[in-house]
């Protein structure tokens, strides 16, 4: 499938809204790969595609992890949110043919992120984080980082998802701490 198909067959699947916002990640994700040497096009892909199960309600979220098999871990059964990355993966293989895996990578872990994350993961994690309409204190900043040291960026990212997180009370999924911590050992 051509990526102009598949932004055709997103644009019915998401809210406008929602949409923009993924077209916003897809720029993001191809000025971020052609900085850090990446593959542009596996980068416009995945940020394309990285919420095409977001706009999903619960009770369809459910029944698409029957279907795929994927087995809910303790938080992400508390957390029904968390599940569009893993859901959007299989999404995006079954409903939009992508084989590439780090593209399903990219997408699988967008939200909480992963250790020993691949460049195209982190590049579809922090250009979620910082593509054109998010607005919060300290974002241009971020922006600016993200060209200058890409792992610094992403830790500012998680450190921010992590603080906002425990601001709300709500559960830290355990491989955000494990993408920090792997960030912090290898710097």
Request: charged fraction near 30%; glycine fraction near 6%; include cysteine.
């Amino acid at each position: 499938m051509e990526q102009s198909e598949m932004g055709s067959k997103l644009e019915k699947m998401l809210s406008a809204k929602r949409f923009e916002h993924s077209m916003g990640v897809q720029h993001t994700a191809v000025a971020l790969a052609k900085h850090y040497g990446a593959d542009k096009k596996k980068a416009s892909i995945a940020g394309l595609l990285h919420d095409c199960a977001k706009d999903f309600n619960k009770q369809q979220m459910l029944q698409l992890c029957l279907k795929f098999d994927i087995v809910l871990d303790d938080i992400c059964q508390k957390d029904i949110g968390l599940i569009h990355g893993p859901l959007g993966a299989k999404i995006a293989r079954y409903e939009f043919g992508i084989k590439d895996e780090e593209i399903l990578d990219a997408i699988c872990f967008h939200t909480f992120g992963k250790a020993d994350m691949p460049l195209i993961t982190k590049i579809i994690y922090l250009a979620d984080f910082i593509e054109p309409s998010r607005c919060f204190i300290g974002v241009d900043e971020l922006r600016d980082v993200a060209y200058e040291r890409l792992d610094k960026a992403i830790l500012v990212a998680l450190d921010r998802t992590i603080t906002y997180v425990l601001h709300k009370r709500k559960l830290i999924h355990p491989k955000t701490i494990e993408a920090r911590n792997d960030i912090l050992l290898h710097r």
